[in-house]
């Protein structure tokens, strides 16, 4: 029976049908955090709202805290793409102003530092996607660097192709 209750908070949790944080939980911004970009990964009008509630209530609770910011940042440029998938260009530079206050607390902050990758790729800056791909290789990030300099050296090799 116990392993039957278990299975079904998991399930209305998932479902979004009870809010799995507890009154405590909620005074801690890694767990309001993480809860954020579980509603973020989602997608939608209603999760990027929950989303956003989260994100500002773990800043609420700490104003230093990298990763919310990178959560905004992440949600701002989310929340209007075109239908081919796309970033918005505005979007993309309000973001990037997050990743940025996202770094500067927290060097390390891997969302912030792919993310702000992403919205320079959006804002066609491949030098500087170049230098967020550095960053990412000296976190020993596998993938990311490598996506990142494919798609910077795609973007400067066809930018330089269209001048001629």
């Known amino acids: 029976m116990f392993i039957f209750c278990i299975f079904l908070y998991i ?3 998932e ?18 955090t ?3 970009w579980k509603y ?15 994100f500002r209530k773990a800043l609420i609770i700490n104003s230093y805290y990298a990763d919310a910011y990178a959560g905004l940042g992440r949600l701002i440029m989310g929340r209007n793409r075109r239908p ?8 993309c530079k309000e973001a990037l102003a ?7 607390l927290d060097k390390r902050c891997y969302r912030a530092q792919f993310n702000k990758g992403m919205a320079l790729l959006c804002l066609e800056d491949y030098d500087a996607v170049l230098s ?10 596998i ?9 910077a050296y795609k973007g400067k090799f066809l930018s330089k192709k269209e001048e001629h």
Not at 40 to 54: H, V, W
Not at 132 to 141: C, F, G, H, R
């Open 98 to 104: 997050l990743f940025d206050k996202a770094i500067s």
């Open 34 to 36: 993480n809860e954020g």
């Open 143 to 151: 993938c990311e660097p490598h996506y990142f300099k494919a798609k």
């Open 11 to 13: 399930m209305f949790a």
């Open 40 to 54: 973020l990964s989602k997608g939608g009008s209603q999760n990027y709202d929950k989303a956003e509630e989260y």
């Open 132 to 141: 967020i791909a550095d960053v990412l290789e000296d976190q020993n990030s």
């Open 84 to 91: 081919n998938g796309d970033y918005q260009k505005e979007e």
């Open 15 to 32: 479902a979004g049908v009870c809010n799995v944080l507890s009154e405590s939980d909620m005074k801690n911004p890694t767990l309001l």
